[in-house]
């Protein structure tokens, strides 16, 4: 199965250089624009947003430890972070399961058919499948945390 690509992410910008040499990388980060590349969730419970994001996103995480895990999908990372080991790196920088202002949106193949394969792995149901007057078709979820979370795909006009 085919990973989602995370279409829009909400943290950590990174720059992607491609195989230049120091003085062309550094003349081509001051005019490029900022790549953004991985999102990273913060949680006080990192095996529980694991276990639901490899449910949801039917790929396996890579992880380093008990503190950190990464989803590589098409288009991006999703990052899970454990809320003690950020406060100990950045103290005071992030709150755990608090984000109510970004949307971690997954394009999918087949809107329909991934809100019936979720449909009992979800508990926290916000919008089920609709068609958007934006051209997506979509449905909007919030994981263990309270993120939310929207699948979508691009569809034809009627």
Not at 43 to 71: C, H, M, W
Not at 78 to 105: C, D, H, M, V, W
Not at 128 to 151: A, H, I
């Amino acid at each position: 199965m085919r990973a989602p690509k995370i279409a829009i992410l909400c943290t950590a910008f990174l720059l992607t250089l491609g195989a230049m040499d120091a003085q062309t990388a550094s003349s081509k980060a001051e005019s490029a624009a900022p790549v953004l590349r991985n999102t990273c969730l913060i949680t006080n419970d990192v095996q529980r947003l694991v276990a639901f994001y490899t449910r949801i996103l039917g790929i396996p995480a890579k992880t380093s430890g008990n503190d950190y895990a990464e989803f590589h999908t098409d288009g991006a990372v999703l990052a899970i972070f454990s809320a003690a080991a950020q406060e100990k790196y950045i103290p005071g920088s992030t709150e755990a399961a608090r984000n109510r202002s970004a949307i971690l949106e997954f394009e999918v193949a087949d809107v329909d058919g991934q809100y019936t394969k979720q449909k009992d792995t979800i508990k926290d149901w916000v919008k089920k499948p609709t068609t958007q007057p934006w051209g997506t078709r979509s449905f909007y979820f919030r994981d263990p945390d309270g993120n939310l979370v929207n699948f979508y795909a691009r569809v034809k006009p009627h």
